[in-house]
């Protein structure tokens, strides 16, 4: 039980880490579109994502799929400028981009599980029962993650409630603003990327 409380720690510690904040990114242009009152909506999407990842974490971590690191360094930020367009260019909310949304969100996941395996794989070292390990990571990514989620749509709130700000000036100066960061991160990881 010791080990549960230092990996689910370490968990909901790295995802809501400042230093690797595209996790933190991907999570806020995700679920920055709604509001308090789409509350039902957001747990699909966060369900969605935390399915992806969830899968990628355990077979990259088991060692199942290899994956090139640099590659997929490169691929997260791809994901939030991708979410980001996604969040600019539809300006209605229709069943069909609401549906198309949680698919990304899960594909995005899987890719997002590959980034987080790197940083549980060498906590890890060469333990070989790491199934307990697995899982107290990934239930403290899912606390981290409903963290960012609860502060997004307290911040939508007062935004676009109390300050009465158009709901769509909101959506676009967010994913606009996610959009210039990640656009940087994806030209600073892409020369780092090792093909082997």
């Known amino acids: 039980m010791q080990d549960f409380g230092l990996y689910f720690q370490l968990g909901w510690q790295h995802i809501c880490d400042w230093q690797g904040y595209d996790h933190i990114l991907f999570v806020t242009v995700l679920c920055g579109t709604y509001l308090l009152a789409d509350w039902r909506k957001v747990l699909v999407l966060v369900t969605a994502f935390t399915i992806g990842h969830s899968i990628t974490l355990a077979l990259s971590v088991l060692n199942i799929v290899k994956v090139n690191t640099s590659l997929i360094e490169f691929l997260i930020p791809v994901t939030i400028v991708l979410t980001?367009?996604?969040?600019?260019?539809?300006?209605?909310?229709?069943?069909?981009?609401?549906?198309f949304s949680y698919f990304l969100a899960l594909i995005?996941?899987?890719?997002?599980?590959?980034?987080?395996?790197?940083?549980?794989?060498?906590?890890?070292?060469?333990s070989t029962n790491i199934t307990a390990e697995l899982f107290a990571f990934?239930?403290?990514?899912?606390?981290?993650?409903?963290?960012?989620?609860?502060?997004?749509?307290?911040?939508?709130?007062?935004?676009i409630k109390l300050l009465?700000?158009?709901?769509?000036?909101?959506?676009?100066?967010?994913?606009?603003?996610?959009?210039?960061i990640a656009f940087i991160m994806c030209i600073e990881r892409f020369v780092l990327i090792k093909f082997k």
């Open 84 to 99: 980001c367009l996604v969040n600019i260019l539809s300006k209605n909310r229709t069943a069909l981009t609401v549906r």
């Open 108 to 126: 995005f996941g899987l890719i997002h599980g590959l980034g987080f395996s790197n940083y549980l794989k060498s906590l890890l070292g060469t």
């Open 138 to 159: 990934n239930i403290g990514l899912e606390f981290g993650q409903v963290l960012i989620v609860l502060s997004v749509l307290i911040l939508a709130y007062v935004i």
């Open 164 to 180: 009465k700000t158009p709901r769509r000036d909101w959506v676009l100066f967010l994913s606009s603003a996610i959009f210039g």
